[in-house]
């Protein structure tokens, strides 16, 4: 299950879930994640998960900034929509949140050793 994790530092103060398909972001009171921030606007960013096309059971996972004043930054960068990576960085306002995937699973590193060229 794929999780907005905000942080502080290096600490996780609140995990949200991303269990619908659209996810408001802002200081509203009508948004799923409300944020009491005076640089963040009262609809400031949307979540949405589409199903990945490739593979089953797996979604793909866009933030959108909905006009707002401040603006969405991805991994420092100011966006205005942008695909999540696992680990990407969100700043909104004074708020850090890490996207967490929740499809990055515990995987054997693979090692190709060639031969030596004597």
């Known amino acids: ?8 530092e290096a ?19 009508e948004n799923d994640i409300q944020l009491d921030d005076a640089a963040v606007s009262g609809s400031h960013a949307k979540l949405s998960r589409q199903p990945n096309e490739y593979l089953e059971d797996h979604f793909d996972y866009y933030i959108e900034d909905l006009g707002s004043t401040n603006g969405t930054k991805v991994n420092g960068k100011r966006i205005s929509r942008q695909t999540l990576k696992h680990g990407d960085a969100i700043q909104i306002g004074g708020h850090n949140f890490v996207f967490d995937s929740g499809q990055i699973q515990d995987m054997e590193t693979t090692a190709i050793f060639l031969p030596d060229d004597d």
Not at 1 to 8: N, Q
Not at 11 to 29: A, C, F, H, M
């Open 11 to 29: 600490v996780t103060l609140s995990s949200y879930k991303l269990e619908q398909d659209e996810i408001g972001i802002g200081r509203n009171p």
């Open 1 to 8: 299950m794929a999780k907005l994790l905000l942080k502080h």
